[in-house]
Nanobody, 116 residues
């Protein structure tokens, strides 16, 4: 049974920082592409950042230069470091594991609220 458990969300001030974590189980983590998505109220879920099994990263233009995705294969965990957040970053953040076509998994989400 595949499980993805996000943590680290909360309230953060603009210009602050927050680190999200997603721990995976039930998959061969080191060989899986891991992504972060987010969904703001009234909006569609959107891609935020991704990291390949080899460590190659890519980012949405809206977070490039501010957010950093990383992974620790020994801990089966992917991270999203959010630096200099802005109010538009407020959303529920979801972890996604892409194993193969038709086999992707989602976490339950963690709320991030950027407000002073």
């Amino acid at each position: 049974q595949v499980q993805l458990v996000e943590s680290g969300g909360g309230l953060v001030q603009p210009g602050g920082s927050l680190r999200l974590s997603c721990e995976a189980s039930g998959i061969i983590f080191s060989s899986v592409v891991m992504d972060w998505y987010r969904q703001a109220p009234g909006k569609q879920r959107e891609f935020v950042a991704g990291i390949s099994s080899g460590g190659k990263t890519n980012y949405a233009d809206s977070v490039k230069g501010r957010f950093t995705i990383s992974r620790d294969n020994a801990k089966n965990t992917v991270y999203l470091q959010t630096n200099s957040p802005i109010p538009d970053d407020t959303a529920v953040y979801y972890c996604n594991a892409w194993v193969a076509a038709g086999h992707e998994y989602w976490g339950q989400g963690t709320q991030v609220t950027v407000s002073s």
